[in-house]
């Protein structure tokens, strides 16, 4: 915040503190007291930007309010009383709905319908939709940008949200620049996507960016953060801050286009952004101009992020070396998996898996090569079925395979609660969204956007047009990512990926090689058919999308997967083995 302040030439600041990660760890602790609800880093920045913000006059709208906007608005302005800034500032409620929903649910109606439908529900879920008011601990509704808008239209300086959508701070500020309307539907769509962009502190200046490797490491040691130019039309431009360090470029930003999408329409509390026209130019250097975005009205629900008790878990990580590795693995695991089954507890585990790391290199030339892990982990009811997992094998600490070692430090390995995630969805037209100043108080209404459009059947389909793939000429076997870029992450269960190319004339080949049955097949192992698959394309980006609805279980907060978030899937993928055509390496 403070570098943005500093060394951009901005007008507003925005910033996105909230990932399902912290508001699961957070919520159980601010209800027992242990935790103030808001993200400390949110109030750090504040407290190191507060002078310049006030000295250059720029706005700040940041949902780092988390679970407690009321609080860390409340720190905000004694810190600028006590430093005699004259400040504005305000917080947006409305987004905790955990009484709301507690109370249908114990007056017999249930409002908790899948976000994804019917596409895929957990099984693991089963257990929690029996009786959720039992296990439950949060609710918060996704809200837009409302009570923001109406908040800077009121003179505010500082807007502290909670969960508003990651892209509402950008919608919010664009929308009382420029003065839209709330059925400017194509502008207010296009600061959507601005937003979508920018939300991801420095993905938008070469973070996690699959092309990384074509750059100077001193390009990538300290990135500036991006900054979204919005014109009166909706249509904007990504830059960042010249004397800081980044990389914009068309393929930068079409990474960060693609990433955590659930297909071609993207969805907002105050408007539903079609992106399957989206335009992506590189305009000069460290400029990048994104158009082609349609805006239709919202639909009538909007996102439940609820948190439960599921459990508790543990993991455990194993080492072995070089000789007869897999066979070692195949030992470790019989003997656990045998004496809990003596042991009669054997089917108390709600998760028991044996993740085999890595593989040994052949031939290595140092033992750090030749060595790989066994990630043990598990999920019960009890603390004390994975008590009896540690017993079990701790039980067989010395009649292990040859060459075991482990870490001292087996924390990971005591018992410990953890939350699950179900998304849901919940009427727009029973939120009582607000935002409120502090002094004076004040608090204004936000109400509801003027029209819905009922929400649609999300597309999917296999390649457009099939071109044989013998027509592009002789091939010959590449790694996917020689010829492509691509991004991952997680959307609750699911893991979305965009996968593109660089050439036009390469997409003709690219959307015809990966369909459906394509990308089962680069998963290999990882695929289960309990899993499905939509995909869509993106032709004036070169791209090709899908979502895989179930690798994630119930969100990041429980999941089993080492990668929780989704982000490596990519790099996998893209380092799969495949037949390319010559003429385009």
Same mark, same amino acid.
């Given at each position: 915040m403070l570098n943005q302040a500093r060394y951009g030439d901005v007008d507003v600041i925005t910033g996105d503190y909230l990932a399902e990660m912290n508001l699961a760890q957070n919520a159980e602790a601010m209800r027992t007291g242990s935790h103030p609800g808001y993200e400390p880093?949110?109030?750090?920045?504040?407290?190191?930007?507060?002078? +310049?913000?006030?000295?250059?006059?720029?706005?700040?709208?940041?949902n780092g309010g988390a679970l407690n906007p009321k609080a860390l608005a409340g720190k905000t302005l004694q810190m600028a009383t006590a430093r005699n800034l004259d400040l504005k500032i305000c917080?947006?409620?409305? !987004?905790?709905?955990?009484?709301?929903?507690?109370?249908?649910?114990?007056?017999?109606?249930? #409002?908790? $319908?899948?976000? !994804?439908?019917e596409t895929y529900v957990s099984q693991q879920h089963a257990r929690f939709l029996e009786s959720p008011q039992e296990t439950m601990i949060s609710a918060h509704a996704y809200l837009g940008a409302r009570a923001i808008q109406k908040g800077l239209e009121e003179g505010a300086d500082i807007i502290i949200c909670g969960r508003v959508s990651d892209a509402s701070p950008v919608i919010g500020a664009a929308q009382w620049w420029h003065g839209w309307s709330d059925t400017a539907y194509d502008e207010l769509a296009g600061a959507l996507i601005a937003g979508h962009l920018i939300e991801c502190s420095t993905y938008s200046t070469g973070a996690n960016f699959a092309g990384f490797d074509k750059y100077?490491?001193? !390009?990538?040691?300290? #990135?500036?953060? =991006?900054?979204?130019?919005?014109?009166? $039309?909706?249509?904007c431009i990504i830059t960042k801050a010249a004397t800081l360090p980044g990389i914009v470029t068309r393929d930068v930003i079409i990474c960060q286009l693609l990433y955590e999408l659930q297909g071609n329409i993207y969805l907002n509390?105050?408007? $539903?952004? !079609?992106?399957?026209?989206?335009?992506?130019? @590189?305009?000069?250097?460290?400029? +990048?101009?994104?158009?082609?975005?349609?805006?239709? =009205?919202?639909p009538p629900t909007t996102k439940l992020a609820i948190f439960y008790r599921g459990g508790f878990q543990c993991e455990l990580n194993i080492n072995a070396t070089g000789y007869a590795t897999g066979r070692k693995y195949q030992l470790q695991e019989a003997q656990v998996r045998t004496k809990l089954k003596q042991l009669g507890v054997s089917e108390d585990f709600d998760t028991l898996e044996f993740q085999r790391c890595g593989i040994p290199e052949p031939d290595a030339r140092s033992q750090l090569a030749s060595t790989t892990y066994l990630r043990i982990f598990a999920q019960a009811q009890k603390q004390a079925?994975?008590? @009896?997992?540690?017993?079990?094998?701790?039980?067989?600490?010395? @009649?292990?395979?040859?060459?075991?070692?482990?870490?001292?430090?087996?924390?990971?390995?005591?018992?410990?609660?953890?939350?699950?995630?179900?998304?849901?969805?919940? =009427?727009?037209?029973?939120?009582?969204?607000?935002?409120?100043f502090l002094d004076p108080s004040l608090t204004i209404a936000a109400g509801h956007p003027p029209a819905y459009a009922p929400l649609l059947p999300r597309e999917d389909y296999d390649p457009k047009e099939r071109i044989p793939l013998s027509s592009f000429g002789p091939t010959q076997d590449a790694l996917l990512g020689d010829i492509a870029l691509a991004r991952s992450g997680d959307k609750g269960a699911n893991i979305n990926i965009g996968i593109f190319v660089r050439h036009e004339s390469e997409w003709p080949w690219l959307r015809t090689f990966l369909t459906k049955d394509r990308l089962k097949w680069l998963m290999g192992e990882d695929w289960r058919d309990e899993y499905a698959i939509e995909r869509v394309e993106f032709e004036k980006i070169w791209a090709v999308h899908f979502v895989i609805y179930g690798p994630l279980g119930r969100g990041v907060s429980s999941s089993a997967r080492l990668d929780s978030l989704g982000k490596g899937f990519a790099d996998f993928i893209r380092a799969r083995v495949v037949d390319v055509p010559v003429k385009f390496l």
């Amino acid at each position: 915040m403070l570098n943005q302040a500093r060394y951009g030439d901005v007008d507003v600041i925005t910033g996105d503190y909230l990932a399902e990660m912290n508001l699961a760890q957070n919520a159980e602790a601010m209800r027992t007291g242990s935790h103030p609800g808001y993200e400390p880093t949110a109030l750090e920045g504040l407290t190191l930007s507060l002078d +310049v913000i006030y000295e250059k006059r720029i706005k700040v709208i940041i949902n780092g309010g988390a679970l407690n906007p009321k609080a860390l608005a409340g720190k905000t302005l004694q810190m600028a009383t006590a430093r005699n800034l004259d400040l504005k500032i305000c917080y947006v409620s409305g !987004d905790d709905l955990m009484d709301i929903i507690l109370k249908q649910l114990r007056s017999g109606e249930s #409002l908790l $319908k899948p976000l !994804d439908g019917e596409t895929y529900v957990s099984q693991q879920h089963a257990r929690f939709l029996e009786s959720p008011q039992e296990t439950m601990i949060s609710a918060h509704a996704y809200l837009g940008a409302r009570a923001i808008q109406k908040g800077l239209e009121e003179g505010a300086d500082i807007i502290i949200c909670g969960r508003v959508s990651d892209a509402s701070p950008v919608i919010g500020a664009a929308q009382w620049w420029h003065g839209w309307s709330d059925t400017a539907y194509d502008e207010l769509a296009g600061a959507l996507i601005a937003g979508h962009l920018i939300e991801c502190s420095t993905y938008s200046t070469g973070a996690n960016f699959a092309g990384f490797d074509k750059y100077p490491l001193e !390009d990538l040691l300290d #990135l500036g953060l =991006p900054i979204a130019e919005i014109d009166s $039309k909706g249509h904007c431009i990504i830059t960042k801050a010249a004397t800081l360090p980044g990389i914009v470029t068309r393929d930068v930003i079409i990474c960060q286009l693609l990433y955590e999408l659930q297909g071609n329409i993207y969805l907002n509390s105050d408007v $539903k952004a !079609d992106i399957s026209d989206v335009s992506v130019e @590189q305009e000069s250097e460290s400029r +990048v101009s994104i158009s082609g975005v349609k805006g239709y =009205p919202p639909p009538p629900t909007t996102k439940l992020a609820i948190f439960y008790r599921g459990g508790f878990q543990c993991e455990l990580n194993i080492n072995a070396t070089g000789y007869a590795t897999g066979r070692k693995y195949q030992l470790q695991e019989a003997q656990v998996r045998t004496k809990l089954k003596q042991l009669g507890v054997s089917e108390d585990f709600d998760t028991l898996e044996f993740q085999r790391c890595g593989i040994p290199e052949p031939d290595a030339r140092s033992q750090l090569a030749s060595t790989t892990y066994l990630r043990i982990f598990a999920q019960a009811q009890k603390q004390a079925t994975l008590g @009896q997992l540690i017993k079990v094998i701790m039980y067989f600490f010395m @009649q292990h395979y040859s060459g075991m070692h482990l870490s001292l430090d087996i924390r990971t390995a005591r018992p410990i609660p953890y939350l699950a995630y179900y998304p849901a969805l919940f =009427p727009q037209s029973l939120i009582s969204e607000s935002v409120t100043f502090l002094d004076p108080s004040l608090t204004i209404a936000a109400g509801h956007p003027p029209a819905y459009a009922p929400l649609l059947p999300r597309e999917d389909y296999d390649p457009k047009e099939r071109i044989p793939l013998s027509s592009f000429g002789p091939t010959q076997d590449a790694l996917l990512g020689d010829i492509a870029l691509a991004r991952s992450g997680d959307k609750g269960a699911n893991i979305n990926i965009g996968i593109f190319v660089r050439h036009e004339s390469e997409w003709p080949w690219l959307r015809t090689f990966l369909t459906k049955d394509r990308l089962k097949w680069l998963m290999g192992e990882d695929w289960r058919d309990e899993y499905a698959i939509e995909r869509v394309e993106f032709e004036k980006i070169w791209a090709v999308h899908f979502v895989i609805y179930g690798p994630l279980g119930r969100g990041v907060s429980s999941s089993a997967r080492l990668d929780s978030l989704g982000k490596g899937f990519a790099d996998f993928i893209r380092a799969r083995v495949v037949d390319v055509p010559v003429k385009f390496l």
